[in-house]
């Protein structure tokens, strides 16, 4: 079975600080991907990386920056927390080929006060 | 319009058949998906179908698309209280990303 993982399942940061969210795959998957996710807007896309080293915005990659030096593990960075961004982050994984389908971690959620 | 459609909300007794209906955006996405979410937990991905399908078909779900009418369904037979989550279609677009709706809740009623 497919297993991603997510570092912490609930985080409390302070307005300012540096927030590390990291999520670490073990199916080889090229490609990964971070989502936040808010009541009625449904999951949105931040960043994605398709390779080590890669990365391309999403749909709001604002305030967030990422990074993947090795292709197991997808780091979220949010440079300056802000209470904005309180919010649930879904790290996720998809192969190449086939569906592409994408297999999800169990969340993050993150309050910012 | 830009955003796949989805209804919020699905109220259904238990043992009903329940269709959940999502309209997506782009004629040129190839696959489309099915994703649960139950509470306090992440996506968990139920069934995909290729564009050039017409009907899948899985245990007690079946994936129906309408490709001309960009419409996607999913419904499932016999529905338990288990059953009772958030359902998010997702289409996956040229550039290989997903984009999903707002996702239908599900409430199966004793």
């Known amino acids: 079975d497919v297993k991603v993982t997510q570092s912490s399942r609930y985080l409390v940061k302070r307005t300012g600080e540096k927030v590390f969210l990291e999520c670490v795959q073990d199916m080889d998957h090229e490609n990964m991907f971070w989502y936040r996710q808010d009541p009625g807007l449904g999951l949105r896309l931040i960043y994605f990386s398709y390779d080590v080293k890669m990365k391309e915005k999403g749909d709001i990659p604002e305030g967030y920056s990422v990074s993947r030096e090795k292709k197991e593990r997808f780091s979220l960075i949010l440079e300056s927390a802000s209470t904005n961004q309180t919010s649930m982050y879904l790290c996720?994984?998809?192969?190449?080929?086939?569906?592409?389908?994408?297999?999800f971690g169990p969340g993050t959620r993150l309050t910012v006060t | 319009g830009e955003d796949v459609e989805q209804s919020l909300f699905l109220s259904v007794r238990e043992g009903d058949s329940s269709v959940i209906n999502c309209t997506y955006t782009?004629?040129?996405?190839?696959?489309l998906y099915w994703y649960k979410q139950e509470p306090g937990a992440g996506l968990q991905l139920l069934t995909y179908i290729f564009s050039n399908m017409d009907m899948k078909q899985d245990q007690r779900l079946t994936v129906l698309l309408n490709k001309k009418d960009k419409h996607l369904s999913l419904r499932i037979a016999d529905t338990q209280t288990g059953d009772s989550a958030i359902y998010f279609c997702a289409e996956r677009r040229s550039q290989g990303n997903l984009i999903f709706g707002k996702g239908t809740k599900l409430s199966v009623k004793p």
């Open positions: 996720a994984s998809s192969p190449l080929g086939q569906g592409n389908e994408q297999y």
């Open positions: 782009d004629s040129s996405s190839t696959y």
